[in-house]
């Protein structure tokens, strides 16, 4: 009988091959990019267009977990991240004018994941102050740190930027870069001006944090990371799905919701639109039982 006529290392490597183009077209490589989907807000109770919001707040969505914010004369930027990659995985959407990386006066990074501090991205914003958590810094380029003013805190600590107080609050998240690593911490940020108060989570998974940033902040607006939660028991304990961010907002008191950390990148297993329609069904639902049974108190 004849031989195959490729022996079974050149089967390897054609296997091998074979699983890194698909896993490469799973990531999105091939695809054309869709444009930035468009920020939306929504209330627990009924119309977004009750959300609060003050007049002198200009929020945009960056894509992933990146916002602009242009509030009281200052224009900070949190986890911003625009690259055309975070590790292997390509960005899916359209990036936002290369405007919303000017004028900035202060940076704020939660952690050190790449989908959230990302040098490349750092060092296209004009330089201004950067607050990032104690030992991140390591993870901070020659380039940035020679570009920016950058400060770490810790856990607890007050940053002003302008007339915006931040305070530093808990998240339930590695800080770390590489799971390897030991020492490092993941927070959420508390922005308040006159009496507008912002929350920013950054990464969490589900905790009691959000009850007590509720009871001890009263956010107005929250800033809500929806997705990166399958396979849901290996990422359960780094980030909350839809039905627990909906919970977050109901703890946190908070009168409306910007769900952000989907449709960007792919970090997890669940699909890039996932996120967000779940968390759509998810406040219809809670919004529908709430006309059915209004609350009294209300
Ligand atoms: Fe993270």
Not at 115 to 141: G, I, M, S, Y
Not at 157 to 164: K, L, M, T
Request: hydrophobic content about 40%; proline content about 8%; aromatic content about 12%.
């Amino acid at each position: 009988m004849d031989s195959l006529p490729i022996g079974p290392n050149a089967i390897f490597v054609l296997a091998q091959m074979a699983f890194w183009l698909a896993f490469a077209i799973w990531l999105g490589w091939f695809r054309p990019r869709r444009p930035l989907p468009a920020m939306e807000i929504f209330t627990l109770k009924g119309d977004p267009a009750q959300a609060p919001f003050p007049e002198d707040l200009q929020l945009h969505w960056l894509g992933h977990s990146s916002f602009r914010l242009e509030w009281g004369g200052r224009v900070i930027l949190l986890d911003p991240v625009l690259s055309d990659h975070v590790s292997v995985a390509p960005r899916r959407v359209g990036r936002p004018g290369p405007g919303m990386l000017e004028g900035v006066d202060a940076i704020l990074l939660t952690h050190a994941h790449m989908d959230h501090f990302n040098n490349e991205t750092l060092a296209r914003v004009n330089p201004c102050q950067l607050h990032l958590p104690a030992k991140a810094e390591r993870f901070l380029n020659g380039r940035n740190r020679a570009r920016h003013q950058w400060h770490t805190f810790e856990m607890g600590d007050s940053i002003r930027i302008g007339e915006v107080d931040v305070t530093v609050v808990r998240a339930r998240h590695g800080g770390w870069r590489y799971p390897w690593q030991q020492g490092f911490f993941a927070c959420g940020f508390i922005l308040r001006r006159d009496d507008f108060t912002l929350y920013y989570a950054g990464d969490s998974a589900w905790g009691e944090h959000f009850e007590a940033i509720g009871r001890d902040f009263q956010p107005d607006l929250a800033l809500l990371p929806i997705g990166g939660y399958s396979p849901r028991w290996f990422l359960k304990s780094r980030h909350i799905n839809p039905p627990e961010a909906v919970e977050a907002v109901r703890r946190l008191q908070a009168r409306g919701v910007i769900p952000c950390h989907y449709g960007t990148y792919r970090v997890s297993l669940e699909g890039m639109e996932a996120p967000v329609m779940w968390f759509r069904r998810e406040v219809l639902s809670l919004q529908t039982a709430s006309r059915r049974s209004p609350d009294p108190r209300n």
